[in-house]
Structure formats: C-alpha cells, structure tokens
C-alpha cells in the first residue's frame, strides 16, 4: 500500500483543516487505518485510528472532541478533520496503514502500522 497525505497548511488557532490520505491498491479496505503527528525534536505521537470498517475510532486524549477520523473505503481514503486548532496541534502529520484496530481505547505506536505517507506540514498560529 503507498500513501498520499495532503490538506496541510498554515492556519489561525481556532481555525479547522481537514486531511485527506489517498491509498493506492485494492487491499485498503483490509487495513486499519491511522494518523500520527511529529512535532520539531519530538516523537511521532498517536493521533486517531478507524479500524477496517469504520465503525470502530480512538483518538489521543489531546484532540478528543476537536479531531474526528474517516474513511471512504470507495476513494480509498482516510480523512482526519481537525477542529479548534491550537498552536500545539503545529506538527508533520502522517497517515499509516497496518493490519488491526479493534479497540477504541487502545493508542496505537507506529510499529503497529505497517505502511506510511510522506508527512504533511500543519502550522497553527496564534
């Protein structure tokens, strides 16, 4: 699976951005899918994962409310519409596909997803 984050930018706090993530092959609707952010000098932290479906969503305790993950599974793609954005949401933000989410409580690590995008730059200014 190769994926295709896009949708950043730069944008006021209080402002909203919505980031698509574009899945070529046919094998997406198999994958569990999930965003991670990296601020500068900082891990890539848990963002939001969907499991195959959809119907299951978790989301960091940092963007709970504000953050709301998607899937079209007919365009092969995962969205991440992020509302009341706040300076500290500032980060590269990556999509990744891996093989299982199936709790809404558990926050994935990066070694639970297989494949990544290339990034997208998120800035938020105060």
């Known amino acids: 699976v190769q994926l295709q984050a896009s949708g950043g930018g730069l944008v006021q706090a209080g402002g909203f951005l919505r980031l698509p993530c574009a899945a070529s092959g046919r094998a997406f609707s198999r994958y569990a899918m999930g965003w991670f952010r990296q601020a500068p000098g900082k891990e890539r932290d848990f963002v939001a994962a969907?499991?195959?479906?959809?119907?299951?969503?978790g989301y960091a305790d940092s963007v709970k409310g504000r953050f709301t993950i998607s899937r079209d599974n007919a365009k092969n793609t995962v969205y991440l519409l992020m509302n009341s954005l706040k300076p500290e949401d500032t980060a590269v933000y990556y999509c990744?596909?891996?093989?299982?989410?199936?709790?809404?409580?558990?926050?994935?690590?990066?070694?639970?997803?297989?494949?990544w995008g290339q990034g997208t730059q998120v800035t938020v200014s105060s």
């Open positions: 990744a596909a891996g093989t299982d989410y199936s709790s809404s409580d558990y926050s994935p690590r990066p070694s639970d997803f297989t494949y």
């Open positions: 969907i499991n195959w479906s959809g119907d299951i969503t």
